[in-house]
Nanobody, 124 residues
Framework: QVRLVESGGRLVHTGDSLRLSCTAS????????MAWFRQAPGKEREFVAA????????NYADSVPGRFTISTINSKNAVYLEMSSLKPEDTAVYYC?????????????????WGQGTQVTVSS
């Protein structure tokens, strides 16, 4: 059973940058996929980005082109989400997720493991 723990969320201002971290309790397999989703108040959870644990391939939501970067830190069993040029509409709880297999899925139902989430608030 993999446990995922997110950290790094906080209150920031429009235009700021922020890095979120997700640490896995056990080392993911090279054939696992890690992802970030987010859920804004009153909205459904949505896909943000995914990456194979090997780091070779990534997939991003159309809503974050060029502003967000997902990466893996193998030595720390961690996945980062680097966010820049933050906007108020990026305000949400950000969740880390993991699944076996190399499909960079954007579907919630494809992911087996989830963290508890970390709050990001972007003030205008």
């Amino acid at each position: 059973q993999v446990r995922l723990v997110e950290s790094g969320g906080r209150l920031v201002h429009t235009g700021d940058s922020l890095r979120l971290s997700c640490t896995a309790s056990i080392r993911p397999s090279s054939t696992d996929t890690m992802a970030w989703f987010r859920q804004a108040p009153g909205k459904e959870r949505e896909f943000v980005a995914a990456i194979t644990w090997s780091g070779g391939r990534t997939n991003y939501a159309d809503s974050v082109p060029g502003r967000f970067t997902i990466s893996t830190i193998n030595s720390k069993n961690a996945v980062y989400l680097e966010m820049s040029s933050l906007k108020p509409e990026d305000t949400a709880v950000y969740y880390c997720a993991a699944k076996p297999g190399l499909l960079l899925s954007a579907y919630i139902s494809d992911y087996d493991y989830w963290g508890q989430g970390t709050q990001v608030t972007v003030s205008s």
